[in-house]
């Protein structure tokens, strides 16, 4: 029995694979990446040619380097241009030259000055292969001392167009630079261009200098108000947690020696421990205990009237999402991406990888199933009363407080946590991701306001969710009330969200996300089309099938309807043996 009530959940989940949506793909041209592919990897290797070139020069204390100061020294007589026209500009420029020389004449007999020469990326084997993310040694950079400045270590990049982030191959080239710690970013860009210039040839560097990013340092971060709000919280919340563990053992290990106690005596000192006010502070208390929810999160012992089917789906799901990401994640720091692209695109092992994006609906059928299924016993219980406020409140509130503070923790404490060249951007990127629209993330419209809402950008779930949460009572009741009505709609709302995804497909021409990932990994894509552009919401209503609500509900009301289907015939659910059997629709789907 147990066997088919999960042959007829799967059935359904296979189905609603087959409508699920796709990842949009953004095919901005841009002109100016007109390259011969070939070219461009050749020039990649040109450019590290020449700052390894320059590297044994800084190393050997080469004649060539009064030239860069006295050319240096030219720019900032003439530092009248838009770039440089701003007086802190010049006058940074200034202190980075001093403090430059400076580290050339050490480098005679200074060791800070040797680990600021060491720490700069080298070229190394494989860029044919991709391999243009020359990091060099951050640490050591940081780490140098000299007598009136530090290391700085920052990342210039180089290339045709400016993309730090991407996955597969990257279209700009880049490499770990270690300045003093007394110049600006402008400032090294100016070195940086002067340095990039052949004087026996007289021509500068193809590709041109694009950036100069130069992260700040964990030590060196600025205390901010969302940091000092999210260390009283923090406090507060591993206060209760202390106070809630030692009453949870104070409970559990110190109960009173009632064996010599005369019975009215004990039945006193019971009431008094357990009136009114106390029991709900201990309660309150023991809600914050580690032991009791450590208990609860680790118990192998389902609850009363669980689905033990559906603790299967969710574990095959949940490492499916994790697989998916961290492939997804790996793929935008990996030093081969042509070969790997290769391997990936002649390998179909990797298809589940590459469509590991279907794994979200899982969840939207588990959340109607079990909306549907759960709420039908209440409303039979209730006799078909239902309190729909309440039925909201008590969503929100079991969602909001650990979500806002998760929020909270990313826009401050998270930067605290680590350090490294990539570390301050990633931390900043939730700062500013979330600095103006986090209150979207709590009110649960997030995926619609504003066109493109990067603040926790993987929570657009949870607003999906909790506006099919919304809708979920009235369906509910005309169940309950007027089934054939609610069964009708259940079914017209399904074909309208397939409908409508699948007039978005063809209309924008969306291909399959493992088409997308393809591409990626081919050196002509990345050339021709960016993946950075602006999020209209023209954009966003003509080709967004991946995070709009609209395309997203027929796989939840295939999931009200299952669980209404299990609550009717109370899991006892007959199935012929054929539809057991895998089919070739459900081979490849997952498969691509």
């Known amino acids: 029995m147990k066997m088919r009530l999960g042959c007829i959940i799967g059935l359904l989940f296979f189905f609603c694979y087959e409508t699920s949506s ?22 990649h290797i040109e450019n590290y040619d020449r700052l390894t070139n320059f590297l044994q020069r800084l190393n050997r204390r080469n ?15 003439s530092s009248n241009n838009d770039e440089f026209e701003r007086t802190d500009d010049v006058s940074n420029l200034k202190t980075c030259r001093l403090q430059w020389s400076k580290f050339l ?51 210039a990049f180089l290339g045709y167009r400016y993309e730090p982030d991407v996955i597969g191959i990257p279209i700009d080239a880049s490499v770990g630079v270690c300045f003093p710690s007394g110049c600006s970013e402008s400032s090294i860009t100016r070195i940086l261009r002067e340095i990039l210039i052949d004087r026996r040839r007289n021509e500068t560097y193809i590709p041109p200098l694009l950036k100069v990013n130069c992260p700040v340092s964990t030590e060196k971060q600025a205390w901010t108000s969302a940091d000092t709000v999210g260390v009283v919280i923090s406090a ?53 205990s580690i032991i009791s929810n450590g208990e609860k999160i680790l118990s192998m012992k389902p609850p009363r009237g669980a689905l033990k089917n559906l603790d299967g789906i969710r574990f095959l799901s949940t490492t499916w999402i994790i697989l998916g990401h961290v492939f997804m994640f790996a793929m935008y720091q990996i030093d081969n991406p042509v070969s790997t692209g290769r391997y990936l695109k002649s390998k179909a092992d990797f298809m589940p ?26 409303l039979v219980k209730s006799k078909g009363r239902m309190n729909i406020p309440l039925m909201y409140l008590h969503r929100y509130i079991r969602l909001t407080p650990v979500y806002a503070y ?42 619609l306001y504003p066109a493109s809402n990067p603040c926790f950008g993987w929570c657009w779930y949870l607003a999906v969710d909790m506006q099919f949460y919304l809708l979920s009572p009235f369906i509910l009741l005309l169940l309950f009330w007027w089934r054939r009505v609610g069964i009708t709609l259940m079914f017209l709302l399904t074909l309208a969200s397939m409908s409508v995804c699948s007039a978005l497909s063809s209309e924008g021409a969306i291909q399959p996300t493992v088409i997308y990932h393809a591409q990626q990994f ?38 009200m309807i299952t669980g209404y289907i299990l609550f009717v015939t ?23």
């Open 406 to 447: 998760l929020i909270l923790f990313s826009v401050g404490l998270y930067k605290w946590m680590a350090s490294g060249p990539q570390w301050y951007g990633n931390a900043m990127s939730y700062y500013n991701n979330c600095k103006t629209y986090w209150w979207t993330n709590l009110i649960y419209i997030n995926e």
């Open 522 to 559: 081919s050196i002509y894509y990345r050339f021709y089309f960016s993946t950075k552009s602006e999020v209209t919401y023209e954009y966003k209503f003509k080709y967004d099938i991946y995070y709009m609500p609209w395309v997203r509900l027929h796989v939840y009301m295939i999931g």
């Open 63 to 77: 004649e060539d380097f009064p030239d860069i100061l006295e050319a240096l020294s030219k720019s900032i007589e």
């Open 236 to 288: 507060i919340l591993l206060a209760l947690n202390f106070i809630g563990t030692c009453v949870d053992l104070v409970k559990r290990y110190m109960k009173p020696n009632v064996g010599n106690v005369p019975e009215s005596v004990n039945n006193d000192n019971q009431n008094s421990c357990t009136s009114k006010h106390p029991r709900l502070l201990e309660r309150i208390a023991l809600c914050f």
């Open 353 to 378: 990888i590459f469509n590991f994006t279907f794994s979200v609906d899982t969840f939207f059928l588990l959340g109607g199933l079990l909306v549907c299924y759960l709420g039908m016993k209440q």
């Open 22 to 43: 796709y990842q949009p793909v953004d095919y901005s041209y841009n002109g100016k990446a007109m390259y011969n592919g070939e070219t461009f990897r050749y020039n």
């Open 105 to 155: 004449r050490d480098l005679q007999h200074q060791p800070y000055a040797w680990q600021m020469a060491d720490s700069w990326g080298r070229k190394e084997s494989g860029i044919l292969d991709g391999n243009v993310r020359l990091y060099g040694n951050y640490y050591e950079c940081i780490q140098a001392k000299g007598s009136t400045f530090d290391g700085k270590w920052c990342q």
């Open 570 to 592: 109370k899991g006892k659910l007959k199935m012929p043996k054929v539809s057991l059997k895998p089919n070739v629709t459900q081979v490849t789907t997952v498969f691509g």
